[in-house]
């Protein structure tokens, strides 16, 4: 048997992970608002949430909601330095750039322990996050918007479907990267195939809430416990 991963219900993370992890939410907050910002490196959007998914996972919701602090934080100062997309400094933007991803990653951590590590589920908090955020910071990836988007979808919903797409794919990701990892350092031998794998993990991301509201199903334990 290979060693147990941690879980949330271990001890809160040492110091030089708990001190990485932080730096990492800042580089996160850094790089969303140049990416926001008239266009620039747009692409860096499909991996910049993945510390902020990092937290989810391995987090106690109380680090979350720092974590999500610190990542509202850093978006507010460089945003406000001319860096990032537009933004009016206002008590009301300010609460809502602390709490708004705090709340997000605290219910996200909480979330996961009951379950599971669902990139489905949050990317769609997520969208609600940018929803929330909307009149406050332009959060709207104009950049990956086109007429047939705006054509089928409206201009309102288009932006936060894009949002979706993106958190959804730095889940992914990092779901990937875990399972990989796992397997090759023998914390999880797989049952299956690789390609086997790779269909199986594809089909829980499309269903996801089908585990998730049918009674019949009891509820996942947390990911960290199972990695895959």
């Not at 993990?201 to 998730?212: A, D, G, H, N, Y």
Request: one cysteine or more; hydrophobic letters at 50%; glycine letters at 8%.
């Amino acid at each position: 048997m290979g060693k147990k991963p941690k879980t949330h219900s271990s001890s809160a993370l040492s110091k030089p992970e708990w001190g990485l992890l932080l730096l990492s939410v800042v580089l996160s907050g850094f790089l969303m608002a140049l990416s926001l910002h008239a266009g620039h490196q747009p692409y860096v959007s499909f991996v910049v949430l993945i510390p902020i998914f990092v937290a989810v996972r391995v987090c106690l919701p109380w680090q979350g909601a720092t974590c999500g602090v610190v990542w509202g934080l850093t978006l507010l100062t460089v945003s406000y330095a001319g860096i990032g997309p537009s933004i009016s400094l206002t008590p009301a933007t300010v609460l809502a750039l602390i709490a708004l991803p705090a709340g997000y990653v605290w219910f996200g951590t909480a979330l996961t322990t009951r379950i599971g590590f669902s990139p489905f589920v949050l990317a769609v908090g997520w969208m609600g996050v940018e929803a929330a955020l909307s009149p406050t910071i332009a959060l709207n990836h104009n950049e990956f918007l086109d007429r047939a988007w705006m054509s089928w979808f409206g201009s309102m919903v288009a932006p936060l479907l894009v949002g979706f797409c993106i958190a959804l794919i730095n889940a992914v990701f990092l779901e990937l990267a875990v399972c990989c990892y796992a397997t090759r350092t023998g914390l999880m031998r797989p049952a299956r195939s690789t390609p086997e794998s790779i269909v199986a993990s594809l089909e829980s991301f499309i269903s996801p809430l089908l585990s998730v509201l049918s009674a019949r199903h009891s509820r996942a334990p947390p990911f960290s416990r199972t990695l895959c």
